[in-house]
């Protein structure tokens, strides 16, 4: 059941960031905001969708798969973090309107900075140098 529950659940995030993306791509075509700001919208759900189909291939997936080994999850979650690591410095570049909305940003990067570095490192460990 769990594991029904579990497909459910990245089959709809899976889902929706394919709409998402059809959306991304029909805003290309307005003339509102800047068009950086779209394609950084595009970008982060490719990465989204990617990430959402993976953990939606991994629930199908047999348990021997290698798209369920420790090492291709690390990787794949580092990747992820670094995605939102350039969403928080893209925000940091944006502009604040207050103090605490700097810190939670710098808070943000860092979070998913160190959590990058940590789960890089352990794919390093894995496979060596």
Not at 36 to 61: I, P
């Amino acid at each position: 059941m769990i594991r029904v529950m579990t497909g459910v659940l990245w089959a709809t995030v899976t889902g929706l960031g394919v709409l998402m993306l059809a959306r991304g791509v029909w805003a290309l075509q307005q003339p509102w905001r800047s068009t950086g700001e779209k394609l950084f919208g595009l970008a982060f759900f490719v990465a989204l969708t990617a990430f959402a189909g993976y953990k939606l291939l991994t629930v199908l997936a047999t348990t021997a798969s290698r798209l369920r080994s420790r090492p291709v999850e690390n990787m794949v979650h580092g990747l992820v973090s670094l995605v939102f690591v350039i969403g928080g410095v893209f925000v940091y570049f944006r502009g604040h309107e207050s103090a605490s909305g700097l810190f939670i940003t710098v808070g943000g990067i860092l979070f998913f900075g160190v959590g990058a570095i940590v789960l890089f490192t352990r794919v390093r460990r894995r496979y060596g140098d």
